[in-house]
């Protein structure tokens, strides 16, 4: 089986068109950050300490500014340019994440149905979630052939009714909009014609930096003039979820600053708070570990996936199955901030899923 990857990487250009790649000094410059020293960068890097120094002086000429200084007691630190371009690295690769993945498993996916035409791929639909990334990575190592495509919660669960997928992955919030969400869902979901399976619960909130700065509470800061938010798209369980949350404490999404500006992923969301282009986001904790950001819990909530009751016996999905209910997965999952796998391979009803009964 092939496998294929796509990975976002920043690349300098001269005038005349001359390329210089900053993929090999970006993890030696986040090595340097953490050892303070740019031998003990070299050395876990496996390079010469006389390599290294030239790869950081080259970019440096060619930025035509310092990566580094030196730092009584410190060592060797970051500089702010530094800083930018290890900073500028994280933001694109979590920005692009998420289309990168869902590129490579569309290639990937041709070019393996051209070498094996009778190999069963598991199609995936789902809201971009980390629970289900950790689960299109156990499957890759058990060697159960994977196409994901990230997409908004209501399109994974339409593209399920319309046979594209076997897996259709969406979430619900716990409590009282439950019953509200679960509208969105219930055109294409048949009680007698689908299962759902639990994927995890997990807990979505507000993102904001290190020490919290603006001393924001909850929601309702969101409406404050010194305040910018990046938000999630149109259309994605996330938004829909927050613009239930607001009405209900009477804050109105039009008035906050930043509310049309959005972003694809959780990750995007926590890279733009951390870039400092915002001062709050919304979405799952452990985008915010990730980004060293501070945490307010606002809402628990299910994720699901949604599939045909008579392919559960099908190879492909009791393999799936199997992994959900592996203690390997469970134990990676649990590792997630926010994320709690204690109910994660459970076959549950869609009625029952849906009211959260």
């Known amino acids: 089986m092939v496998d294929v990857q796509c990975r976002a990487e920043l690349v300098l250009r001269d005038a005349d068109g ?3 790649s900053l993929s090999a000094v970006v993890p030696l410059l986040l090595l340097v950050s953490q050892t303070g020293s740019i031998a003990n960068a070299a050395s876990a890097k496996g390079l010469s300490y006389r390599h290294a120094w030239g790869l ?12 580094i200084t030196k730092s009584r007691g410190r060592g060797s630190v970051l500089s702010e340019l530094g800083e930018s371009v290890l900073r500028a690295q994280r933001i694109s690769g979590e920005r692009l994440d998420a289309p990168l993945q869902s590129v490579a498993t569309e290639v990937a996916h041709e070019l393996n149905r051209r070498l094996a035409r009778e190999a069963a791929q598991v199609r995936i639909h789902a809201s971009h979630g980390y629970a289900v990334a950790t689960l299109v990575r156990a499957l890759g190592v058990e060697r159960i052939p994977v ?11 339409s593209a399920l009714a319309r046979g594209e997928c076997e897996l259709a992955g969406f979430h619900l919030p716990v409590g009282e909009f439950r019953s509200t969400c679960a509208q969105i869902y219930r055109e294409f979901l048949d009680p007698e014609r ?17 020490g919290n ?3 924001i509470e909850g929601l309702h800061d969101l409406a404050r003039d010194d305040v910018r938010f990046v938000n999630r798209q149109p259309g994605s369980g996330t938004r829909m979820l927050l613009d239930l949350s607001l009405r209900s404490i009477g804050v109105d999404p039009d008035q906050i600053n930043g509310y049309a500006t959005t972003e694809l992923t959780h990750s995007a969301i926590a890279a733009f708070v951390a870039s400092g282009m915002a001062d709050l986001g919304f979405g799952v904790q452990p985008a915010a570990q990730h980004f060293a950001l501070d945490f307010i ?3 628990d909530e ?3 996936f949604a599939c045909e009751r008579s392919r559960l016996n099908e190879a492909r999905l009791a393999s799936v199955l199997d ?19 204690a109910r994660c391979g459970l076959l549950v009803g869609v009625e029952e899923g849906l009211s959260g009964a």
Do not use: W
Request: proline share 6%; aromatic share 8%.
């Open 56 to 67: 950081l002086r080259e970019i440096e000429a060619r930025l035509g500014g310092a990566l």
């Open 18 to 20: 001359r390329e210089t």
């Open 302 to 304: 299910d994720y699901f």
């Open 194 to 210: 689908h299962q759902l399976i639990h994927l995890t619960r997990r807990t979505q909130g507000l993102f904001l930096p290190k």
């Open 213 to 215: 700065p603006k001393h």
């Open 297 to 299: 819990p606002v809402i």
């Open 323 to 341: 992994v959900l209910k592996s203690d390997a997965f469970n134990v990676s999952v649990a590792h997630l901030e926010g994320y709690d796998p």
């Open 147 to 157: 196409d994901i495509k990230y997409r908004e919660s209501a399109e994974a669960v």
